[in-house]
Nanobody, 127 residues
Framework: QVQLVESGGGLVQAGGSLRLSCAAS????????MGWARQAPGKEREFVAS????????SHADSVKGRFTISRDNAKNTLYLQMNSLKPEDTAVYYC????????????????????WGQGTQVTVSS
């Protein structure tokens, strides 16, 4: 089973950038689609982005499209989320997760299809 550890969060001004990383243990990382989700205070967790097992296909939520980019490095067992033009409404705890519907797929944009979430990393965007 893959274990995930997120890092790279922090405090940034509106308009700034951050790159989140998700380090995965285990040799099966490269076989599974991966995803990012976020949860703001008082709100439900929401889908942010996903990437296929090869990295050749991605999906981004409308709220982050054009500003955030998901990517992966299977040689390093690491998932990334590049976040540009950050807004105060992007403030949340960000989590990475594994696609739970089987290996070697494109993944999906449904939060319920992902699991094995990491502990999360806090992103705070000040106005």
């Amino acid at each position: 089973q893959v274990q995930l550890v997120e890092s790279g969060g922090g405090l940034v001004q509106a308009g700034g950038s951050l790159r989140l990383s998700c380090a995965a243990s285990g040799r099966t990382f490269s076989m599974y689609a991966m995803g990012w989700a976020r949860q703001a205070p008082g709100k439900e967790r929401e889908f942010v982005a996903s990437i296929s097992w090869t990295g050749g296909s991605t999906s981004h939520a409308d709220s982050v499209k054009g500003r955030f980019t998901i990517s992966r490095d299977n040689a390093k067992n690491t998932l990334y989320l590049q976040m540009n033009s950050l807004k105060p409404e992007d403030t949340a705890v960000y989590y990475c997760g594994v696609y739970a519907r089987g290996p070697r797929t494109h993944g999906s944009s449904r939060l319920e299809d992902f699991g094995s979430w990491g502990q999360g990393t806090q992103v705070t965007v000040s106005s």
